[in-house]
């Protein structure tokens, strides 16, 4: 029998932030000295601040100061760290990111990509995700992140959807790209896999009748993340298909739940391209 067998998966989740906040917390108080990054003509120094409960960045060039910002933690992570280009936007700048967080649990992560040229700009702002890749080698760097608007939602965090969407760089910043998130119909075998998926788990109840605070059921669950996961990758009218196939006829309430869940897509920061994506079911 595991340690945490007696206890609840958020609990268990729970301790597993407090473990990597006091990590962190550690390693601040550990540091006496400013650790100080050069990229070209730019300084970065980043000192432990409130008792070594906060990071603070300062950004120097010829020992101007140019930018700084303060949270729990602060790192710079300059391309070559990252086993990336040295320029993310294809402008023949070099950049470098920012990576921030707040100690909060399950969320507060940011990552601030600034470019170096002979003006230091902070080019965007991204959330909750971090991982970086050129997949279609056009020299215009994407980041992949998680949309938190279904987290929590009729679901405690561990089993809560939380689909990736990515963004590309851009004149204007990065923004999402429909293109990059769309993603080949399932095959048959596949989306049967899907269905008994669902199925499988047996446990389905009246949707209308679910209190504000109650999460959705074993089958129900499974059904919603296949759902919400199919809507990010522009297979809206499939996953449509998937809820009115293995939705049990004797379980009211299916299409107030779909009206609940479109409700809440028009709610996230990624509205525009998940309405691209999936035309004539997102409106």
């Known amino acids: 029998m ?18 990597v906040v006091l ?5 601040l108080l550990a540091a006496d000295e400013p650790v100080v990054t050069t990229i070209g003509d730019y300084t970065f120094s980043v000192a432990a601040a409130n008792y070594g409960m906060s990071h603070e960045l300062t950004v120097l060039k010829k020992d101007k100061v140019l930018w700084s910002l303060s949270d729990f933690t602060v790192r710079v992570l300059d391309s070559d760290s990252l086993g990336i280009a040295r320029d993310l936007t294809g402008d023949r700048v070099p950049d470098a990111i920012i990576e921030t967080y707040s100690g909060g649990a399950h969320c507060c992560f940011a990552q ?14 991204v959330y909750n995700g971090g991982r970086w890749s050129d997949a279609d080698h056009d020299g215009l760097w994407e980041v992949t992140v998680n949309d938190l608007t279904f987290d929590y939602w009729k679901l405690p965090h561990s089993d809560s959807p939380l689909p990736e969407v990515i963004l590309e760089a851009s004149r204007t910043g990065f923004v999402p790209s429909a293109e990059l998130m ?10 049967l896999a899907m269905l008994r998926a669902a199925r499988d788990q047996k446990l389905w109840k009246d ?11 074993g089958a129900m669950a499974e059904t919603h993340r296949q759902f919400v996961t199919l809507l990010y990758s522009g297979q809206g009218k499939l996953g449509l298909e998937l809820i009115e196939t293995g939705w049990p006829l004797f379980i009211l309430g299916r299409e107030q739940y779909i009206a609940d869940v479109l409700a809440l897509v028009k709610k996230s920061p990624y509205y525009a391209v998940l309405r691209e994506l999936n035309a004539g079911v997102v409106e």
């Not at 601030?112 to 702002?125: A, H, R």
């Not at 769309?182 to 989306?191: G, Y």
């Not at 949707?207 to 059921?217: G, M, R, V």
């Open 2 to 19: 595991s340690w945490c067998s007696g206890i609840s998966l958020r609990a268990a989740h729970r301790l597993v932030w407090l473990a």
């Open 23 to 27: 990590v962190h917390t550690s390693t």
């Open 112 to 125: 601030y990509i600034v470019s170096l040229g002979t003006k230091f700009e902070v080019m965007d702002t």
């Open 182 to 191: 769309l993603r080949s119909t399932p095959s048959a075998s596949e989306v």
């Open 207 to 217: 949707y209308n009748t679910l209190a504000d605070d109650e999460f959705l059921p």
